[in-house]
């Protein structure tokens, strides 16, 4: 624990935003870093890791959503990491949905990678259902293992109506 807590109060003078996760979602694991990255005064993006596995139910993600907030308080946001780009779309756009019910105020990013070639369908579902901030990558950048081509999450969310915000298309291009 103290060399979690004097690791992060050393890089918190450089990093500004704090994705942390413990990829069983043990949220006591967390707690050093969450404190330290509050008392910096940095943003927290404490981040619950998505699976497949039968007892991985919205229920269950809802609960550690509120066992996050129980030690954090509201002044976060909310990562559903998908590091092994599991999942359907709308197995994804659920979760978002079932989260955004419990906790409608609540900013939501989904990151997900492209593992299965399938993260755009995953992010689209994301933001139909409330997810506000999404990861996309350069498409040389991207290959299985990273985020999905940026280009192609711009055309498939302005299909549904949704634009980026902040996106230089052409510098992209």
Known sequence: QNVIRLTVKEFAKYVDVWRVFDFMNHIPNMLAVFEEVQNAGKILEPSICFSTGPEHTDDYYVKKVGEILDVTGDEILLCIKNHGGLGTPSRIGQLVAAIKDKYPDMVIHYHGHNT??????????????????VDAADHAFTGYYGPPPILSVIQDLRGDGFEPV????????
């Open 116 to 133: 299965d070639g399938n993260d755009v369908g995953r992010i689209t579902a994301a933001v139909k259902n409330g997810a506000k901030i």
């Open 166 to 173: 902040g996106i230089d298309e052409a510098a992209v291009i």
